[in-house]
């Protein structure tokens, strides 16, 4: 970043919804500076071995233990996903990225947790994500990725209503 000073880091959480397409055009309309760090992070799920794995995407394979075939397949399909859904937007903008794809055994708070972690750890700017309307049972059982974040998370959070 110009001036010397030390960029600014938004994350995005990211799945395979429009509503997140939706938080990246209003993270880089409202936050979004030139030389700003903008991390995409994702959540898969692990069917095999629940460590926590990192995937580098310039790498054909993530990094730590070796996952199980489908682990591998849902690796490749958020691969697949992000590039076509967020990498048609940055790009044409020539906005740099990080993605960042986070293997775990997942529940709901997981995912909030996993979250809240990479934010503090990034000392985040931002955090922002949707809150993707799914029903009040599903909320009820299986909780709320963004109540879970905008009660935990110690840097700022943009909740985005899809």
Not at 6 to 31: F, G, H, P, T
Not at 70 to 75: F, S, W
Not at 79 to 99: A, G, N, Q, S
């Amino acid at each position: 970043m110009e001036n010397g000073k030390k960029a600014r880091c938004i994350l995005i959480a990211v799945d395979n919804y429009d509503s997140s397409e939706k938080s990246l055009e209003w993270a880089l309309q409202n936050l979004y500076k030139g030389g700003d760090d903008l991390r995409l992070v994702h959540v898969v799920p692990v069917v095999g071995d629940p460590s926590p794995v990192v995937v580098d995407m310039a790498l054909p394979f993530p990094l730590g233990p070796s996952p199980s075939t489908q682990d591998l397949k849902r690796v490749e399909e958020a691969k697949d996903f992000i590039k076509e859904r967020f990498d048609k937007i940055l790009t044409p903008r020539e906005i740099p990225y990080t993605v960042e794809i986070v293997h775990f055994m997942v529940s709901t708070d997981n995912i909030g947790e996993i979250i809240c972690k990479r934010a503090d750890s990034l000392k985040a700017h931002a955090v922002v994500l949707a809150k993707h309307q799914r029903g009040l049972l599903h909320e009820l059982f299986l909780g709320s990725v963004a109540k879970y974040v905008c009660g935990h998370c110690k840097q700022p959070v943009v909740v985005l209503h899809a």
